[in-house]
């Protein structure tokens, strides 16, 4: 199975309002794509049809070679999901939701999110309702990495971190998907991010996508004129 991800065709509508039409992209196995559009454009409603939280008015959405809408609960543990803003337990310490995720998950690598958490230079023992908005999301985003899944699904994942934390977690994500063979699909609305972590990119406008093309040919083919 070569493209852990697969959409072909998807078309989705609210009401009169037609979000996209034929939108298809693949996710070749340890690949990084990344969604990339203003807001509206249909980021999330492609992470929530992603997700099997939506159906979309037409088309077909396959991870790990099964229809999203079917897939068996063993499968879905192999799939990392966060959705846009961060669910957490704010009463507990970074210790105790650690402990608490843990038994869910078969594959847990609890030294996986504590790296991280090393990373952010908090201790163990501090209340999640005492760290800044960017340290929760990035408590959330350890979580997700120690599951240990075979694909990432991130929706605005740099929401709420301030310049220097999305260059640190950018960074260790890179790191980490390359060393784990993860596939990511992911959505941003801020390129200069994207630049250092994805492989592959869609652009969206609204109701069509503007470009689907490897970073790499992008920077290689792409030029900026600037006139006085």
């Known amino acids: 199975m070569d493209n852990l991800i697969e959409c072909h065709n998807l078309t989705h509508y609210y009401g009169k309002r037609l979000i996209y039409r034929d939108l298809s992209f693949a996710v070749p196995r340890g690949r990084i794509l990344g969604l990339l559009g203003k807001n509206g454009t249909g980021k999330t409603t492609t992470i929530n049809i992603l997700s099997g939280f939506l159906r979309p008015k037409s088309g077909i959405c396959r991870i790990l070679g099964e229809d999203i809408t079917r897939m068996p609960d063993q499968l879905r543990q192999d799939i990392g999901l966060l959705i846009e803003g961060h669910v957490q337990y704010s009463f507990m310490t970074i210790r105790q939701i650690e402990r608490f995720y843990a038994p869910f998950y078969p594959k847990w690598r609890r030294e996986a999110y504590y790296e991280l958490m090393e990373l952010l230079k908090v201790t163990e023992s501090q209340h999640l309702s005492r760290m800044s908005c960017g340290q929760r999301s990035q408590v959330a985003l350890g979580l997700l990495l120690a599951q240990n899944p075979k694909v990432l699904i991130l929706d605005d994942f740099s929401m709420g971190l301030d310049p220097g934390y999305r260059r640190l977690f950018v960074d260790y994500l890179h790191h980490y998907a390359k060393e784990q063979g993860t596939t990511i699909f992911l959505t941003s609305h801020i390129i200069q991010d994207m630049e250092r972590l994805i492989d592959d990119c869609i652009i969206m406008d609204y109701g069509s996508i503007l470009l689907q093309r490897p970073v790499?040919?992008?920077?290689?083919?792409?030029?900026?004129?600037?006139?006085?």
């Open 216 to 228: 790499a040919e992008i920077l290689d083919e792409g030029r900026l004129y600037r006139c006085t």
